[in-house]
């Protein structure tokens, strides 16, 4: 007698198929869709199906985010001088933003803040006697006559100071 044992073994063998994807965006073109799925941020990503229960599928996309250049620009102005960009003439204090394009395709922002600074022009008339003094910026006069200080402020702007002085006896 003998005795035998059976077993009948199904070998399913899977065809294994991988696809990788690059895709190089920007940051302000987040999230970016693959396959119906955000993704917010730089990295490997993957994803594994199975296909008609003949074939195991693996996509990996590679996401590189670029970032968007940003930065700003303070113009200093005195008061009466202008700024010119592209055509337009700035006089007052702003702010605005323009667009680079750049050739790797992930633009440049820049800010521009304009201020405006205070020229000065100041007139006195001082009045004393032949017997006095009078200090202005750091000079002692004892004799009438008109005097003028100038000086320029720290951004560069005139400051001008008239001075008449009349001595009575």
Known sequence: NQCYNTHEMVLS??????????????????PF???GIPYNAEGDYELRTVWNDSA???KTLHLVVNKTKRSERTIDLCQGNTFTYKGKVYRENTIFSDTIPSVAGC???IRYVIRVHPTF???????????QNYIFNGRTLTKPGDYVFSDTTIYGCDSIHHLHLEVHP
């Open 56 to 58: 195991r599928v693996i």
């Open 13 to 30: 063998v899977l065809k294994v198929i991988n696809t990788d994807t690059t895709a190089i965006i920007c940051d302000h073109d987040l």
């Open 121 to 131: 022009n100041r007139t006195d008339t001082v009045h004393i006697s032949d017997k």
């Open 107 to 109: 633009d440049s922002i």
């Open 33 to 35: 869709i693959w396959h």
